[in-house]
């Protein structure tokens, strides 16, 4: 993540479901447009997952 603080969303353009800061790791798993559907684990919570959606927008990302 790019910036200090990256709005994590349920769907590309969707509800903001939670935050990650600068520097925090997660595993793209497909792209729509602009977006990549995400994985990653925060809080004892996996997201990314079929119950739990997670969409970052691919400006806010840098590959490592």
Excluded at 30 to 47: E, H, K, N
């Amino acid at each position: 993540v790019t910036e200090d603080s990256t709005n994590v969303r349920a769907a590309p353009e969707g509800t903001i479901i939670n935050k990650l800061n600068r520097g925090a790791s997660v595993q793209a798993t497909s792209a729509r447009g602009s977006w990549y559907a995400v994985t990653f684990r925060l809080g004892g919570t996996d997201w990314g997952t079929a119950t739990n959606p997670a969409f970052v927008h691919s400006s806010l990302l840098s590959c490592r």
